[in-house]
T-cell receptor, first 109, second 117 residues
Framework: GQNIDQPTEMTATEGAIVQINCTYQ??????LFWYQQHAGEAPTFLSY??LDGLEEKGRFSSFLSRSKGYSYLLLKELQMKDSASYLC??????????WGAGTKLIIKP | GAVVSQHPSWVICKSGTSVKIECRSL??????MFWYRQFPKQSLMLMAT?????????EQGVEKDKFLINHASLTLSTLTVTSAHPEDSSFYIC?????????????FGPGTRLTVT
C-alpha cells in the first residue's frame, strides 16, 4: 500500500530552526509537496520537489532524496505565526496526491 | 495569482436536508477540481476528482449518490451533500490545479464547515 509518514507533533522555540521529516512509500513518484495549514483554514502551498536536492524559499527550505523516499521541510528563524500543521504529500504514478497526516508544529516564546 | 473561492464558508443544516457547496477558480481555468473532507485533527481525505464536462471519479468508500459533484464549467464545481446526517459534519475543501503549471500544484479554496444538526 501507499504510505506517508511524518511526526504527529513537534515543539520549537521562537527564533530557532526546526526540521520536519517525511518518508514515503508510493507506487511511483511524480513530485513531493509541502503545505502549511493553520487551524480551521485550508492548506497553502509551501514547496514542490521533483528532483533530488534542496529547494530554498526564504525562511523555508525543502529537501528531497528519491532513493531514500525521504524529504524534510526546514524552517528557520521561527516566528509565532509558523505554528500550524505541515502536510507532506506525494504525487504517485497516477498523478494522485497521497497525503500524510500532517505534523502539528507548536512554537513557544 | 491563482485564487479559489468556496461558498458558503460555513453552513448549518438539519438532518435529512441537502446542502450545496460551490467551488470557483477566480482567475484561471481549472480543468480538474478536487473535493476533500477533513475531520478534526485528521489529514485531508480525497473524496473525488472532477473534470470539466465529465463524471467525477470517486474514491473508494465515498458514496457518489450521496455526494453529488457537478463540474459544469472550467471555473465552477459544486458538491451537493444529499440527505445530510450528523456524521457528515466536517470541513469540506476544494482545490483546483492549473494545467499550465508544470508542477500541477493544487490551489485550495478556504473550505466550508458543514454542521448537520
Amino acid at each position: 500500500g501507499q504510505n506517508i509518514d511524518q511526526p504527529t507533533e513537534m515543539t520549537a522555540t521562537e527564533g530557532a530552526i526546526v526540521q520536519i521529516n517525511c518518508t514515503y512509500q508510493t507506487s511511483g513518484f511524480n513530485g513531493l509537496f509541502w503545505y502549511q495549514q493553520h487551524a480551521g483554514e485550508a492548506p497553502t502551498f509551501l514547496s514542490y520537489n521533483v528532483l533530488d536536492g534542496l529547494e530554498e524559499k526564504g525562511r523555508f527550505s525543502s529537501f528531497l532524496s528519491r532513493s531514500k523516499g525521504y524529504s524534510y521541510l526546514l524552517l528557520k528563524e521561527l516566528q509565532m505565526k509558523d505554528s500550524a500543521s505541515y502536510l507532506c504529500a506525494v504525487r504517485d504514478s497516477n498523478y494522485q496526491l497521497i497525503w500524510g497526516a500532517g505534523t502539528k508544529l507548536i512554537i513557544k516564546p | 495569482g491563482a485564487v479559489v473561492s468556496q461558498h458558503p464558508s460555513w453552513v448549518i443544516c438539519k438532518s435529512g436536508t441537502s446542502v450545496k457547496i460551490e467551488c470557483r477558480s477566480l482567475d484561471f481555468q481549472a480543468t480538474t477540481m478536487f473535493w476533500y473532507r477533513q475531520f478534526p485533527k485528521q489529514s485531508l481525505m480525497l473524496m473525488a476528482t472532477s473534470n470539466e464536462g465529465s463524471k467525477a471519479t470517486y474514491e473508494q468508500g465515498v458514496e457518489k449518490d450521496k455526494f453529488l459533484i457537478n463540474h459544469a464549467s472550467l471555473t465552477l464545481s459544486t458538491l451537493t451533500v444529499t440527505s445530510a446526517h450528523p456524521e457528515d459534519s466536517s470541513f469540506y475543501i476544494c482545490s483546483a490545479s492549473r494545467p499550465d503549471m508544470s508542477s500541477y500544484e493544487q490551489y485550495f479554496g478556504p473550505g466550508t464547515r458543514l454542521t448537520v444538526t
